[in-house]
């Protein structure tokens, strides 16, 4: 994944909030999910990450348009309260972002 200020490309950040018994069915379910979708149009990269404390998964992806995040949206993710992988959150914070800043030190 590329993180940039250039171009147009979105980030969507979308926060679970979870027990930590059920952190691991949610990320077995995002894996499982993502299977069905990760040759969108548009899509860039994705990328999981877990809390150490057990109490949240983020789900990190990059779009090439928000008109590429929309169409994969209506098309492929099921409602929140469905079978889909956020069944098994408390709670589901999903927002498109763009880059602001970024900072990388030299060679890396």
């Given at each position: 994944?590329?993180?940039?200020?250039?171009?147009?490309?979105?980030?969507l950040?979308?926060?679970?909030?979870?027990?930590?018994?059920?952190?691991?069915?949610?990320?077995d379910?995002w894996?499982?999910?993502?299977?069905?979708?990760?040759?969108?149009?548009?899509?860039?990269?994705?990328?999981?990450?877990?809390?150490?404390d057990?109490?949240?998964?983020?789900?990190?992806?990059q779009w090439?348009s928000?008109?590429?995040?929309?169409?994969?949206?209506?098309?492929?993710?099921r409602?929140?309260?469905?079978p889909g992988?956020?069944a098994?959150?408390?709670?589901?914070?999903?927002?498109?972002?763009e880059?602001?800043?970024?900072?990388?030190?030299?060679g890396?």
């Amino acid at each position: 994944m590329l993180i940039s200020r250039d171009g147009n490309l979105v980030a969507l950040i979308n926060v679970f909030e979870t027990q930590p018994e059920q952190q691991q069915e949610l990320i077995d379910r995002w894996l499982s999910y993502f299977e069905q979708g990760k040759e969108a149009p548009g899509l860039i990269g994705v990328a999981l990450h877990r809390s150490k404390d057990g109490t949240r998964v983020i789900n990190y992806a990059q779009w090439r348009s928000e008109a590429d995040f929309d169409h994969f949206r209506k098309e492929h993710l099921r409602p929140i309260d469905g079978p889909g992988p956020a069944a098994s959150a408390s709670r589901v914070d999903p927002h498109l972002y763009e880059v602001v800043y970024h900072y990388e030190t030299a060679g890396s």
